[in-house]
């Protein structure tokens, strides 16, 4: 307890020294510059009880196998390229269907992983507003065109 009063007054000391030479400092171009170097040195002080920190070598971390890196490395990819496909699917869908005044409400695709790790849309869902579901042939007909898979079109109820 003594250590953290130590440090506490410490700290007061030197944020005190700090302001008087912030307020001594001139307030433009070489100003900033000494500014930001009391703002370092205020934060070094403040830092400086956990640089003696060395309990932390003492901790026993398991380490992570190479097949759960892998698999960890596997998932994140594949969430990353599953992200990409809504995304462009989402941008394609917008710009196709905008040029036939449809406006879809949300789309989303259903994708799989094959057995060579390559990563395939399985079923394309749009979703139309009450207002536009009658245009929902027509949308149906230019995404499974522009596509070249079969598209569902629900309404959204959302």
């Not at 009063?5 to 700290?11: D, E, P, Q, R």
């Not at 003492?58 to 190479?66: A, D, H, Q, Y």
């Not at 994708?111 to 979703?127: A, F, K, Q, V, W």
Request: with cysteine; charged share 20%; proline share 2%.
């Amino acid at each position: 307890m003594d250590a953290v009063k130590a440090w506490a007054a410490g700290l007061c000391a030197v944020s005190m020294g700090c302001v008087l030479l912030k307020m001594l400092a001139p307030k433009g171009g070489m100003g900033k510059l000494i500014h930001l170097i009391i703002a370092a040195f205020f934060v070094c002080c403040f830092a400086a009880p956990l640089m003696k920190l060395t309990a932390l070598e003492e901790w026993e971390l398991p380490e992570l196998s190479s097949s759960t890196q892998a698999q960890a490395l596997e998932q994140t990819v594949t969430q990353q390229l599953e992200r990409q496909i809504d995304t462009a699917l989402r941008e394609t869908a917008r710009t196709v269907l905008s040029n036939y005044g449809i406006e879809m409400t949300k789309i989303s695709a259903q994708t799989d992983t094959s057995e060579d790790g390559g990563i395939y849309i399985t079923r394309i869902t749009l979703y139309l507003d009450k207002q536009n579901i009658s245009q929902a042939a027509a949308a149906k007909q230019v995404m499974e065109q522009r596509l070249g898979m079969e598209v569902f079109v629900e309404e959204w109820d959302g």
